[in-house]
């Protein structure tokens, strides 16, 4: 400074408050920093978890079937118990399935193969085939998401009595209300409160029609579920219009389909169920029969493969580097490699495993084993890092005193220096296996991505694993599989979150100060 | 196979193992000194199972990885030359099929004479070597066992040559780190001077100054797109990482109280635990959908250009966006180290001087933390461009070269991906593309991290 600061009491005490307001601007900015990160964090778990939320339960179509007509008992097959299942949904609905149409319909509120695990179970137990079953069908993925969401749409309204029906040529019916004035003023308030104007369901009195027609003095209708009523005068019970928010061409679920469901769900035929297939079932390209099983079991044995070849091989690297190695142009080389190692992308770790292991040694594409030879690779040099960091904090003491004492180096290091160390190391450890756990790169690179319909039974087995099973069926084209995405996120996160938890406590627990 | 071969090693140890302490117990009588043992008897147990086991692992070792290969090409010279001309790719079909029925002896006889005799040939083979390769372990092992035994004496330093053993033992396992580095950087560098030689294959100028980018279908391998949109990703990134990164260290180190630094620092960790895919994933179905708005949005606006941005489905800044708050604790905790390795001293000589907080962190610990900081941020840039899972799922996939961060782009690790899955034939110039643009990746990498740790090394030492 070199102009002498003459300055009046008053600019002194604006500087200074300029000055303060710059600090506290400085300290708002930190605070900003923060939230932003932090809410990012919230935003991120709350719209996973709030997709995955739906997910964790499904509707379960129940079809008792009483009579059970399997004629080769030994050999039930899908289509077998898929006549029966479809037997038994019609006898649920008489007069409904005149056309084919209506059939087609029907049927769709689940697919073929969601019989599945009932014939399997069959299979396995054959004096099943002749004793009445109840069949827990998954249903549709498209009529699941309806139910579970679009039905918030729909709206109830009161809108008469009934009066007279009668039959159209066309194969529809008339519905006139009693009252004989009353169908205009309904009419008008149809109109009116169903605008825009949407697909619109009429029940009366346990029948089920969908309404076709407003335009004449009465209400055109086809029939969808529930017994279809005598022709001719009617007791006049009220009838109730379901207005559903949306029209049958912007949905892939058709409006037979949901009276259909409505009136299943009434009876108490469809259900919402904890969604058990999503942790007993392998992947499927049907959205509501596919399940996480063969890739939890997949990431079990990967992990299994990462830990017993990555664990003992790095914390003994570490043991030499930090213990036995000399200074020397070697050590001092390896060092560096590992940690350059532990900073080179993920991906190239993918393609030395997709040159090494599966062109140069021929190894099977897709195995949990190359999988986890791929994955130790990538986080070894974390757990000898992270090993080191645990051996250095031993105080040379420990290891001076045990020395002493008559032990040699080796007995000092794995008697007394490893022991005290083995909390830090776990830790480590624990760390690095999370962090295998949710690798996807280099698995996709080592074909990890295929298909797989069964639970693997050993590491040689192809399978698939919990993120390159997120990855699959977020490409997914269905609208269904965003959910199921989500929920097997958050699968993968609780998983993640408890092992860093196990971590955290271990580190806790053992913590010491020297 | 696998129980077969360790049980009997470990029956095999465990019993030279007993064997050689009860032996060596025998022999110590005495309690003077030049009677005792030299080492302990478990020692000489010890010593014995590492003669009896180590040696027998070897050969099997030796068995598992070379008879395979030693035993097709015996069946290679084997093969009828009419065979043979048929190319290499056949032959080698034709050994995997035969290997796979010469596994399964069970399966059904095929009628073709030649394939029939091959099969047989190859399992006598099969056989006869892992016979060979069994008899020569248990030969090796009990070698191994006598040859040992005759050592245990009074005066034998068996505990030296355990020892000796063992640590030769942790430096195989740390030279494992240096094997998987010079596997990367063979395998990359072989797939690279192979995809280069590739008769149809493009120069090296071609690759990394070409325009079109098109390995897919066509077979032009300019890569300048990816490199662009590589950066782009990373840059964006780097927008949202550094400030907010930077500013939280500074506040949680030098204002937060000691009750929200502990539960805030976990809390922005967490950021690092979460899978990229579920990034990815996040970015694809909440962040691209939102950028595609806000650019239409823009594109409404009156006083801009109709077709101002392209506001595609998945955009280089919804990639960008999320895969920088994935690096913010990347960021934080390494500039946090840094910003707590600067000299007590230097901060209270500021304070002291009555400089308010905000002042001594801008003019006294950001400048003696800079080196460490960019080295932080380099570190973060190689994390970037190495960053695979959220580009595949929300930037989409076309090579374009464009500043509009609303248009979809292609990065490297994209192409690597895209390239790679699927069908993997070693042998089409696209696959091979792929390892060229890894090893690019390598490089690039590699470089910024041997900067960035070298830069941290000596700021470490500067302070300590």
Known sequence: MTEPLHTSPDAKAERLRLRYAKERRFKLYGQIAIAIAIGFLAILLISIGSKAASAFSRYMLVVEIDQPDFTPQSDVSVTDVNLAVRDQLQVLFPGTLTDRAARADLFALTTRLSVLPLTRQIQANPELANQPLTAQLAVSDDLDLYLK????????????????????????????????????????????????????????????????????????????????????????????????????????????????????????????????????????????????????????????VTAIFAIPVGI?????????????????????????????????????????????FDLPRSVPLVGGLVLGLLVLPTIIIASRAALRSIPPSVRDAALGLGASPTQAVFHHVLPMAAPGILTGAIIAMARALGETAPLLLIGMVAFISEVPASPNDESTVLPVLIYKWFSGAERAWEPMTSAVIIILLIVLVSMNLVAVLLRRRFERKW | MGWLVIAPLAAAGFFSFYFGRVRVGAISTGSTISSRLNSQPNFHGYFLAICTVLPAALVLFAYLVFAEGNIRNTLLSELPTYLLNRGPEQVDLFLDRVAEYG????????????????????????????????????????????????????????????????????FVCAAIAVVTTIGIVLSLVFETVRFFSLPDGPSVFGILFGLDWNAQTGQNFGAVPLFFGTLMIAVLAMCVAVPIGLFSAIYLSEYASPRFRAWAKPTLELLAGIPTVVYGFFAATLIAPLVRTLAQWVNALPFTPEQLLAAQPT???????????????????????????????????????????????????????????IAAILLAVSRAIGETMIVVMAAGGRALITLDPTSDITTVTYQIVSLLTGD????????????????????????????????????REAYD
Do not use: C
Request: without cysteine.
């Open chain 2, 424 to 459: 993997t034939a070693f042998d089409s110039a696209k696959t091979i593309s792929a390892f060229a643009l890894g090893f690019v990746l390598f490089g690039v990498t590699l470089i910024f991290n041997i900067i960035a740790l070298q830069v941290v090394q000596r700021y």
């Open chain 1, 149 to 304: 969401n679009d039905i918030r749409s729909h709206r109830r309204l009161e809108i008469g009595t009934t009066g007279r029906l009668s039959r159209t040529e066309a194969g529809l019916y008339r519905l006139t209300t009693a009252d004989p004035d009353g169908f205009f003023e309904f009419q008008d308030r149809l109109v009116a409160e169903n605008e825009p104007a949407t697909d619109i369901i009429i029940e009366a009195s346990g029948w089920w029609f969908v309404l076709e027609d407003l335009s004449g003095a009465t209400l055109i209708l086809s029939h969808a579920a529930g017994a279809i009523p005598d022709l001719g005068e009617q007791d006049q019970s009220p009838i109730s219009a379901i207005l559903l928010g949306s029209l049958s061409a912007d949905r892939k679920v058709t409006n037979r389909q949901i009276a259909m469901a409505l009136y299943l769900k009434e009876r108490q035929l469809i259900e919402k169920r904890f969604n058990t297939s999503l942790f007993t079932n392998a992947d499927s390209t049907y959205p509501e029969l596919a399940g996480a099983a063969a890739a939890i079991i997949g990431s079990l044995f990967t992990m299994l």
């Open chain 2, 315 to 373: 955009s280089a800044l919804a990639g960008g966006l999320v895969m920088g708050s994935m690096i913010i604790p990347f960021v934080s905790s390494l500039s946090d180290d840094v910003i707590n390795a600067v000299p007590r001293p230097l901060r209270d000589g500021a304070l002291a001087m009555g400089a308010p907080k905000s002042e001594t962190i801008k003019q006294v610990i950001l400048p003696a933390a800079l080196p460490g900081i």
């Open chain 2, 103 to 170: 596994r399964d002896r069970s399966a059904a006889v095929t009628g073709n004479i030649l394939f029939d005799a091959s099969v047989d040939r190859y399992a006598s083979l099969k056989g006869s070597t892992r016979l060979f390769a069994f008899v020569l372990a248990i030969a090796v092992g009990v070698g191994g066992f006598v040859l040992g035994r005759r050592q245990l004496t009074r005066t034998f330093t068996a505990r030296a040559y355990v020892e000796r053993t063992s640590v030769g033992l942790l």
């Open chain 1, 316 to 360: 003994l690297a570490a043991v030499y580097l930090e213990e036995f190695a000399k200074k020397s142009l070697l050590t001092s080389v390896i060092e560096v490699i590992i940690n350059n190692l532990a900073a080179v992308p993920s991906i190239i770790f993918g393609l030395l495993g997709a040159a090494v292991f599966l062109n140069t």
